[in-house]
């Protein structure tokens, strides 16, 4: 892709930012470079024209990030590390979890659960993590089908101590 | 929508590197076998389904309240 196509698409995304979701818990990302984008090829299911999207961290909350769609201003979703300090599955281990994933996903990426938050609790989708390779900025959504992952499974803290630092 | 008739051991071909196998008929069940390059994705409709629907749920609107909920 030339430089100029580059610098018109980022012009559009910076407008789409402009409107982004991710404002409600991230800082605003001023300039977008093309290094940014994290590219989805085949988009991610229920959203699979979506192709180009950024990740931010969350203010004070760093491993949780906004992945947020740079072409609806309106996608964007919570995402976490597999590994982190502070939440995994209520109903196995994370190293039961990362065995099941390791059959399916390169080690080269990393790997995210989408968190889905109500008032009281957070779930997390284990069946369909995120993965995304920060070396060739490209990401996919796997489902791997296996008994034991669910799309909306219960997870515990890790740390109750933890100030969320 | 495309309707074929298979029997058990026929196959059916899509493109040009898809191929699908009927190996068994029981009842209700089919049992089928799918060759198909590594990229592509085949899965069970109703788990793709269910993946959608948790995307679209998993869309924020409103600020979590983070702080409360990782006490």
């Known amino acids: 892709m030339n430089d100029t196509i580059i610098d018109d ?27 940014d984008i994290i590219f989805f ?34 996608i964007g979703m919570i995402i976490l590390p597999i590994i982190n300090k502070f939440l995994s599955p209520a109903n196995m281990t994370t190293d039961l979890l990362i065995s099941i994933y390791q059959k399916e996903i390169s080690p080269d990426n990393d790997i995210y659960f989408i968190c889905r938050f109500s008032d009281k609790h957070i779930t997390i989708n284990t069946k369909a993590p995120l993965v ?24 515990q803290l890790i740390n109750k101590e933890s100030d969320g630092k | 929508m495309l309707v074929l008739s298979r029997k058990k051991g026929e196959k059916i071909i899509i493109g040009k590197d898809i191929e699908i196998c009927v190996l068994d008929v029981d ?17 069970r409709s109703e788990l793709y389904d269910a993946v959608q629907k948790s995307n679209a749920s998993s869309i924020f609107t409103n600020k979590p309240d983070l702080p409360s909920l990782l006490k």
């Not at chain 1, 699979?48 to 609806?72: A, G, H």
């Not at chain 1, 995304?132 to 997870?155: C, R, W, Y």
């Not at chain 2, 009842?27 to 899965?43: C, D, Q, V």
């Open chain 1, 132 to 155: 995304i390779n920060l070396n060739t900025k490209s990401g996919f959504q796997p489902i791997i089908d296996h008994d034991d992952l669910n799309t909306n499974d219960n997870a």
């Open chain 2, 27 to 43: 009842k209700n069940l089919l049992k089928i076998g799918i060759n198909a390059p590594k990229s592509t994705k085949i899965y």
């Open chain 1, 9 to 35: 698409k980022i012009k559009i995304y910076q407008d789409v930012l402009d409107e982004g979701h991710y404002k409600l818990l991230t800082n605003n990302i001023d300039t977008i470079h093309s290094e």
């Open chain 1, 41 to 74: 090829s085949d988009g991610i299911p229920g959203f699979e024209d979506l192709t180009d999207f950024i990740v931010c961290p969350i203010i004070d909350y760093k491993p949780f990030q906004v992945f947020q769609s740079l072409q609806s201003p309106e």
